[in-house]
């Protein structure tokens, strides 16, 4: 079975600050999707990449994935309190998805 | 349009009795996944349907938990006897056809048993 372990567990930033959370595999990835959930919500999709090495920008929001499609990072660009959330990433590659063990951030205003 | 839609939204019930969870995926959507949220274990896929069917039921945990889509627009998620250890927030999702389609959640089933 697939295991997604993400770094760091918890992160508490001041507004302004860069961040980076990552998520590693156990095994190949065949696409994954980032995902981010705030309090009493669900998670909601921000991102899917595919291909190895891939880069793509949302915003602040810079996503890329490994070379080798086992890892895969989120570098956030001066963040702000409403980046607050969970952030999760996904095995998307059938639709038994494999979320992994998530970060949780705290922009600090 | 209207999201995934889940009912209750709030649950408390004591060690024993039958939970039962609703969902409403979005109109269209052929997809439908039933998940659990805990701080210990994450986000843990329970059971999906493709058009209403049963596909994969492996993260059910046990008997006591069984699941139900007799529409496309509605599903069950039934819990007999509950345990405190069903404590968790219950998520529903939904998607359409497609590899790398999105998944769009429900606001999730809180859940608490005493």
């Known amino acids: 079975t697939q295991l997604l372990e993400q770094s760091p567990q918890f992160l508490s930033i001041q507004e302004g600050e860069n961040l980076t959370v990552y998520c590693n595999s156990s095994?190949?990835?065949?696409?994954l999707q980032w995902y981010r959930q705030e309090p009493g919500e669900g998670p909601v999709l921000l991102v899917t990449?595919?291909?190895?090495?891939e880069v793509k920008k949302l915003k602040r929001l810079t996503f890329q994935f490994g070379d080798a499609r086992k890892d895969s990072s989120l570098h956030i660009t001066a963040a702000q309190p409403g980046d607050t959330g969970l952030y999760l990433c996904?095995?998307?590659?059938?639709?038994?998805?494999?979320f992994g063990t998530g970060t949780r951030l705290k922009v600090l205003a | 349009d209207a999201g995934v839609i889940q009912s209750p939204r709030h649950e408390v019930t004591e060690m024993g009795q039958e939970v039962t969870l609703r969902c409403k995926p979005i109109?269209?959507?052929?997809?439908l996944f039933w998940y659990r949220q805990t701080m210990m274990r994450g986000l843990e896929l329970l059971i999906y349907?493709?058009?209403?069917?049963?596909?994969?039921d492996s993260g059910m945990p046990e008997d006591r938990f069984s699941a139900k889509m007799p529409n496309a627009s509605f599903s069950t998620l039934k819990i007999q006897p509950s345990e405190p250890r069903d404590s968790a927030v219950y998520f529903c999702?939904?998607?359409?056809?497609?590899?790398?389609?999105?998944?769009?959640f429900g606001p999730g089933t809180r859940l608490t048993v005493l």
């Open positions: 349907f493709n058009n209403n069917v049963p596909i994969d």
């Open positions: 990449v595919v291909t190895g090495g």
């Open positions: 996904a095995n998307s590659g059938t639709y038994k998805y494999i």
């Open positions: 109109s269209g959507h052929d997809y």
């Open positions: 095994s190949v990835f065949s696409s």
């Open positions: 999702a939904s998607s359409l056809w497609g590899r790398y389609n999105e998944q769009f």
